[in-house]
T-cell receptor
Framework: GESVGLHLPTLSVQEGDNSIINCAYSNSASDYFIWYKQESGKGPQFIIDIRSNMDKRQGQRVTVLLNKTVKHLSLQIAATQPGDSAVYFC????????????FGRGTSLIVHP | NAGVTQTPKFQVLKTGQSMTLQCAQDMNHEYMSWYRQDPGMGLRLIHYSVGAGITDQGEVPNGYNVSRSTTEDFPLRLLSAAPSQTSVYFCATWKGQASGANVLTFGAGSRLTVL
C-alpha cells in the first residue's frame, strides 16, 4: 500500500555534528512534502517544505533534499544543537484532490552535548 | 492569535465512560483533523473535515465521532471509552489547496488515559 515511512526510528549525534534524517515515500504522484519537528510534550511544528519540481531547498540550518527517482526525502540539520532534539516527521501530499496529510512513524533525534 | 486550542490537556476516564475533546481554531482554516499518537506509531488520522458540515473517516475512526457545525470548532467524541483509546490526541488545521496553504498547525495535544 501507499505509505510514508522513515528508515531509522532513532538517531543519536554529538552537538555540532550534521544530522541527516531520511524518509521514503511510495506514491510517485506525491507533489509536495513537509517536515515537522515535535518537541517533547508539544504538537508538531512546521520546519520546511519542498515541491516535487525541486530537488533541494534550504532554510536556516536545515536543508531538504528530494530524490524522485528513488522516492526518497531527507532532512539535513547543520551544526546540530541540543535544542534540535525532537521527533521529526515527514508528510506527503498526494497530487490531485483534497489534501489529507498522512505521516510516517517519525525519527527521534537525540543530540548529546 | 491563539491558533489551535485543545481542551482538556489531560483526562482520565474509566472504561465505558464518554467524553468530548474540544478543538477550536481562530485561523479561518477550512480543513481540520484529529490524529492520535501512540508510542512507535506516529500520527494516525482519526477523522477529518474539509469544511463546515462535512466530515469523513481517516485511518482509525472506530470508537470516535465528530461533527463540524462551525468553521472554528471540531470536537472529537468518545462514546464508550476503551483502554485501547489511551493515547495523545492532536487536532490540526490547514487552509487548503492553494499554494503554501498545506502546512498543518497543530494544537498542543490532549493526553487521555482510559482505565
Amino acid at each position: 500500500g501507499e505509505s510514508v515511512g522513515l528508515h531509522l526510528p532513532t538517531l543519536s549525534v554529538q552537538e555540532g555534528d550534521n544530522s541527516i534524517i531520511n524518509c521514503a515515500y511510495s506514491n510517485s504522484a506525491s507533489d509536495y512534502f513537509i517536515w515537522y519537528k515535535q518537541e517533547s510534550g508539544k504538537g508538531p511544528q512546521f520546519i520546511i517544505d519542498i515541491r516535487s519540481n525541486m530537488d533541494k531547498r534550504q532554510g536556516q540550518r536545515v536543508t531538504v533534499l528530494l530524490n524522485k527517482t528513488v522516492k526518497h526525502l531527507s532532512l539535513q540539520i547543520a551544526a546540530t544543537q541540543p535544542g534540535d532534539s525532537a521527533v521529526y516527521f515527514c508528510a506527503e501530499k498526494r497530487g490531485g484532490g483534497s489534501y489529507i496529510p498522512t505521516f510516517g512513524r517519525g525519527t527521534s533525534l537525540i543530540v548529546h552535548p | 492569535n491563539a491558533g489551535v486550542t485543545q481542551t482538556p490537556k489531560f483526562q482520565v476516564l474509566k472504561t465505558g465512560q464518554s467524553m468530548t475533546l474540544q478543538c477550536a481554531q481562530d485561523m479561518n482554516h477550512e480543513y481540520m483533523s484529529w490524529y492520535r499518537q501512540d508510542p512507535g506509531m506516529g500520527l494516525r488520522l482519526i477523522h477529518y473535515s474539509v469544511g463546515a458540515g462535512i466530515t469523513d473517516q481517516g485511518e482509525v475512526p472506530n470508537g470516535y465521532n465528530v461533527s463540524r457545525s462551525t468553521t472554528e470548532d471540531f470536537p472529537l467524541r468518545l462514546l464508550s471509552a476503551a483502554p485501547s483509546q489511551t493515547s495523545v490526541y492532536f487536532c490540526a488545521t490547514w487552509k487548503g489547496q492553494a499554494s503554501g496553504a498545506n502546512v498543518l498547525t497543530f494544537g498542543a495535544g490532549s493526553r487521555l488515559t482510559v482505565l
